[in-house]
């Protein structure tokens, strides 16, 4: 008589248990699929707020080029007093819309830059052209080191390894598997040249620059360490008096940098200094509630025209 009875308590609770099991499962799978769409949503908003970025750094470079247009058609000479030169700190973007129509993500956005003459930083493209070095700029590039108290030796061994990279492999080099060298085209790449560590890197980040071609330096904008190098009669104490002479009256061309020098005559040659630049590095850093991009930009001028060079992500 008992067993019916307990038969169907055993059914109910199999049917209790599949219940959970079934609830469990469904809870399960509800969750992963309500997690799965939250990823998705996190992702499309990620790719939304990088594609805004990037187009308000595209837009920071095209203020930039207008900038340095205009500066071209008004003056023959760059100086460190003009408006390119004069820092954009950070800017709440919606500040530029009308009516505070801003939507979410620009009324959050900031951007900053500034921007660098690239020829007021020694190039070190001129230490080799078409693989031959060119042992005066070697030299140009020993003082450098020198005054930035780093190792001169380092000058010859980054001509020679620029220089390797531009001569064309020999005939069946790359069938025997001998590997080209790689060329230098940034700063980080100098880490390639034995004998450089990422602390000398740093202390040479503000003082050189790889460009396109070979370039002077120019006197209204070079620190005083890369004018000293540059102007081999001249110690980095010199420079700086020069520096201090520069802020009252910038040079208006080589025969004024000879009159100024202190002291000293020097023979100055325009494919070693100049008075303008046509090479400029653009940094922009756009933020955007709760991320960021920096990028910087080479831009080239020549005359009123300008033209964008490389642009990388830092």
Do not use: C
């Not at 799965?36 to 805004?52: D, S, T």
């Not at 408006?83 to 801003?102: H, I, M, S, Y």
């Not at 001169?152 to 492999?169: D, G, H, I, N, V």
């Amino acid at each position: 008589m008992r067993e019916p009875g307990l038969r169907s308590v055993r059914q109910r609770g199999v049917a209790v248990v599949t219940a959970l099991l079934l609830t469990t499962l469904a809870m399960t799978v509800v969750a992963n699929l309500f997690w799965q769409q939250q990823v998705q949503v996190r992702f499309i908003e990620n790719q939304r707020l990088q594609l805004q970025k990037q187009w308000m750094l595209r837009g920071a470079l095209d203020w930039a080029e207008l900038i340095l247009h205009e500066d071209a058609r008004y003056s023959k000479a760059d100086t460190l007093d003009e408006p390119w030169a004069v820092p954009l700190t950070a800017t709440r973007l919606d500040q530029f819309v009308e009516n505070g129509k801003a939507d979410t993500d620009a009324s959050g956005a900031t951007l900053s830059g500034n921007i660098v003459d690239a020829q007021s930083r020694y190039n070190l493209s001129n230490l080799s052209v078409g693989g031959s070095i060119n042992r005066k700029e070697v030299a140009v590039f020993e003082r450098l080191l020198g005054n930035l108290q780093v190792s001169p030796a380092l000058a010859m061994a980054t001509a020679e390894a620029m220089a390797a990279s531009q001569r064309k492999p020999a005939v069946g080099a790359a069938a025997g598997g001998v590997p080209h060298p790689m060329p230098l085209g940034q700063i980080d790449d100098l880490l390639v040249v034995p004998g450089f560590t990422p602390d000398m890197i740093i202390k040479l980040r503000e003082f050189v620059v790889f460009l396109p071609r070979v370039t002077p330096v120019n006197a209204n904008t070079a620190s005083a360490e890369v004018l000293a190098a540059r102007i081999d009669t001249l110690s980095v104490a010199d420079a700086y008096v020069l520096l201090t002479a520069r802020k009252t009256a910038s040079f208006r061309d080589l025969a004024d940098i000879s009159q100024r020098l202190p002291g000293r005559a020097a023979k100055l040659s325009s494919g070693e200094l100049a008075v303008a630049s046509e090479y400029f590095l653009v940094h922009s850093k756009v933020r955007m509630n709760r991320s960021a991009l920096e990028v910087q930009a080479l831009i080239e001028r020549n005359g009123a025209s300008t033209k964008l060079v490389w642009i990388r992500e830092q």
